[in-house]
Nanobody, 122 residues
Framework: QVQLVESGGGLVQTGGSLRLSCAAS????????MGWFRQAPGKEREFVAA????????LSADSVKGRFTISRDNAKNTMYLQMNSLKPEDTAVYYC???????????????WGQGTQVTVSS
C-alpha cells in the first residue's frame, strides 16, 4: 500500500492562500487516483477534490470551485492542493488519500494521510 503524509497547513486570514502537499511512498504513485478531503469540527469528512493518476482530469466540490486547484507531480510522488481566497468555512483538517478509482466517495479511498490543520480566521 501507499503511505501518505500531508504538510503545508497553518493559520491564515480570510482571503489568504495556502498550498498543501501530500508526499507518497510505496506502490506506484502514478497508478493511484488521489483525493483531498476535509473534516471540520462536528462534521463528517467531506470531499474536496480528486485527480486521476496521470493528472489529466480533476474533480472538485462546488464549495471550492474556482478557489482550490488540485495537481500532482508524479516524478516527485507528490500531490498538491493550492487554496486561494480562503474563507472561515474552509477551516478543517485536510486529508489526502489514494484510490484505485477516480472518485469523490470516501469509500473509494483505501490509504489516508494523518491530516494537516487549516485554520482561516476572520
Amino acid at each position: 500500500q501507499v503511505q501518505l503524509v500531508e504538510s503545508g497547513g497553518g493559520l491564515v486570514q480570510t482571503g489568504g492562500s495556502l498550498r498543501l502537499s501530500c508526499a507518497a511512498s510505496g506502490g506506484t504513485f502514478s497508478s493511484y487516483a488521489m483525493g483531498w478531503f476535509r473534516q471540520a469540527p462536528g462534521k463528517e469528512r467531506e470531499f474536496v477534490a480528486a485527480i486521476t493518476g496521470s493528472g489529466e482530469n480533476t474533480l472538485s466540490a462546488d464549495s471550492v470551485k474556482g478557489r482550490f486547484t488540485i495537481s500532482r507531480d508524479n516524478a516527485k510522488n507528490t500531490m498538491y492542493l493550492q487554496m486561494n481566497s480562503l474563507k472561515p468555512e474552509d477551516t478543517a483538517v485536510y486529508y489526502c488519500a489514494a484510490s484505485f478509482y477516480y472518485s469523490r466517495l470516501r469509500s473509494a479511498y483505501n490509504s489516508w494521510g494523518q491530516g494537516t490543520q487549516v485554520t482561516v480566521s476572520s
